[in-house]
């Protein structure tokens, strides 16, 4: 149980153009799911929580308008990455929260973005 | 902000070895959590730890939380444990939101 799928797990694409990174729970409905950058040899920083039928919550520094988030449904959040850059590459991670007494998370196996 | 700090940044093992991880945190927290990032950058959940001792196969964990810290200890090493060990906490108002520590690298050798 608890599993998280992402989609698509690799992106290459030019700069300028939007990406958009899909993070589903498979067998839990999530009403809250995080999304998180990683940098090569480094650890994960969080950008934003993702809130079912509500405006994402955004971290500091990072740009709401360009990481827009939706969260449809209690299965689903999507991040788009808009007018991408190379600076933009990275490894996006998402997890979902497990209802429940405990804040336990769970991760996707992350999307890989490279932008020419 | 709190601050989460892992030791050691790096760890060699040769397969049978038995190692222990530190994870030390610098405010009191309400979650913790530890994960095993395997080389494709899933991230694995080992064990959600917010205080006391927990066990699973070769792996337990340990969480004091009144001296601020959590050690992982891996016994019997396997080639397949090697990877990137991150513990993870949820402190302040918001406990849903996890702050990473800086991790430990590891590696098993045959």
């Known amino acids: 149980g608890a599993v998280v799928s992402q989609h698509p797990s690799r992106v290459i694409c030019k700069s300028g153009t939007s990406v958009k990174i899909e993070c589903r729970s498979l067998?839990?409905?999530?009403?809250?799911m995080f999304w998180y950058r990683q940098f090569p040899k480094q650890s994960l920083m969080l950008m934003a929580t993702s809130n079912e039928g509500s405006k994402a919550t955004y971290e500091q520094g990072v740009e709401k308008d360009k990481f827009l988030i939706n969260h449809a449904s209690l299965t689903l959040s999507t991040l788009t990455v808009t007018s991408a850059h190379p600076e933009d590459s990275s490894f996006y991670i998402c997890?979902?929260?497990?209802?429940?007494?405990?804040?336990?998370?769970?991760f996707g196996p992350g999307t890989r973005l490279t932008v020419l | 902000g709190i601050q989460v700090e892992q030791s050691p940044p790096d760890l060699i093992l040769q397969e049978g070895a038995n190692s222990t991880l530190r994870c030390n945190f610098s405010?009191?927290?309400?979650?913790l959590q530890w994960f095993h990032q395997n080389p494709w950058g899933q991230l694995i959940n080992l064990f959600y730890?917010?205080?006391g001792t927990k066990q699973n196969g070769r792996l337990s964990a340990t969480t004091v939380a009144t001296e601020r810290y959590s050690l992982l200890y891996i016994s019997s090493s396997q080639t397949t444990d090697s990877g990137v060990y991150f513990c993870?906490?949820?402190?302040?108002?918001?406990?849903?939101?996890?702050?990473f520590g800086t991790g430990t690298r590891l590696q098993v050798f045959p």
């Open positions: 997890s979902a929260r497990l209802q429940g007494p405990y804040n336990e998370q769970f």
């Open positions: 993870a906490v949820g402190w302040g108002y918001n406990t849903d939101k996890l702050i």
């Open positions: 730890i917010p205080s």
């Open positions: 067998d839990f409905q999530a009403t809250t």
């Open positions: 405010d009191s927290v309400n979650n």
